[in-house]
């Protein structure tokens, strides 16, 4: 139904950022030495709702992520929507508090339905794709430099996503 315009397919995730890198692997000559800084310090955390047309939603936010931020940040979606919605998250305690659940009939009458994934399959849920991605491709080790330098970075990719930077769905 989505492929064919009926409905927005979405996907909800969260996920930070930190000075500590995302490098699973590296190479060096025999007796070369490497190495990259890392530093515990603040957390950059951003929420997004993504499509499999690489149409992307997301804030970003120092704060710790709680289902409050949640909740604001689909209140404010709902009000773009033109057509039915199906966000699908996974079973996480902001996902599913109280305050949540009040909110779907609310939404749904914006058109808005909630879809949640079976316990533990992140790999349901494409947008955990995007941070991959991410995390581990496209935000280069001088990010990592500095707070500055991470904020600008993940910035840059999530405002270039999908013209810059696309994720090929099958």
């Known amino acids: 139904m989505s492929s064919q315009g009926v409905l927005d397919l979405r ?13 699973p692997y590296a190479w060096q000559d025999k007796d070369e030495k490497q190495g990259l ?9 951003v929420i997004g ?18 289902g409050e ?6 209140d404010k979606y709902v009000q773009k929507i033109q057509k039915l919605t ?10 599913t508090s109280k305050a949540f659940q009040r909110k779907i009939a609310e939404w749904r009458q914006k058109k ?3 879809f949640w994934l079976p316990t533990y399959s992140p ?10 991605f991410m995390k581990y491709e496209w935000i280069e080790t001088q990010a990592y430099s500095s707070w500055k330098n991470l904020k600008e970075y993940v910035e840059q990719v999530l405002k ?11």
């Not at 995730?13 to 490098?23: H, K, N, Q, S, W």
């Not at 931020?69 to 689909?74: A, E, T």
């Open 49 to 66: 709702l993504l499509n499999q047309e690489n149409d992307l939603e997301s804030y970003i936010f120092e704060s710790k992520i709680t």
């Open 69 to 74: 931020i949640v909740i604001k940040f689909l």
């Open 86 to 95: 199906v966000v699908v998250l996974d079973n996480a305690p902001i996902h």
């Open 37 to 45: 800084e890392s530093q515990q310090n603040k957390r950059l955390n």
């Open 11 to 23: 996907y909800l995730d969260e996920t930070g950022f930190c000075l500590i890198p995302y490098v």
């Open 112 to 114: 808005l339905e909630i």
């Open 160 to 170: 270039s996503f999908g013209d810059r930077y696309v994720i090929h769905f099958a």
């Open 123 to 132: 790999q349901l849920n494409l947008i955990e794709i995007l941070w991959r």
